[in-house]
């Protein structure tokens, strides 16, 4: 089994940054891709970044490229994702999540989720 919990949700206000962090731990051997998910109220799921956990190949999706960067940390078994430029539209639970084969855009393939942080960027 995997273990993954996030970190680094909160308050801001359109415009400005925030960080999140996740952190595995467990059989993290397994891990092959890491990926940042978010669910808005009314919404479904949608992938937002992924990251492989060993070539740091990478996916964004359309609505946050240039704006969000993910990067990984293998020693310290850390995906981070670092939000720019934040809209109200970004508002919604953030989750990590975890697959075992390449995954990147193939939202079926992840296997393990995280709890889930708030993220609320203020108009």
């Known amino acids: 089994q995997v273990q993954l919990v996030e970190s680094g949700g909160g308050l801001v206000q359109a415009g400005g940054s925030l960080r999140l962090s996740c952190t595995a731990s467990g059989r993290t051997f397994s891990i092959y891709t890491m990926g940042w998910f978010r669910q808005a109220p009314g919404k479904e799921r949608e992938l937002v970044a992924a990251i492989s956990w060993s070539g740091g190949d990478t996916y964004c999706s359309d609505s946050v490229k240039g704006r969000f960067t993910i990067s990984r940390d293998n020693a310290k078994r850390t995906v981070n994702l670092q939000m720019n430029s934040l809209k109200p539209e970004d508002t919604a639970v953030y989750y990590c999540?975890?697959?075992?084969?390449?995954?990147?855009?193939?939202?079926?393939?992840?296997?393990?989720w995280g709890q889930g942080t708030q993220v609320t960027v203020s108009s």
């Open positions: 999540a975890a697959a075992r084969v390449p995954a990147l855009a193939v939202v079926s393939r992840y296997d393990y």
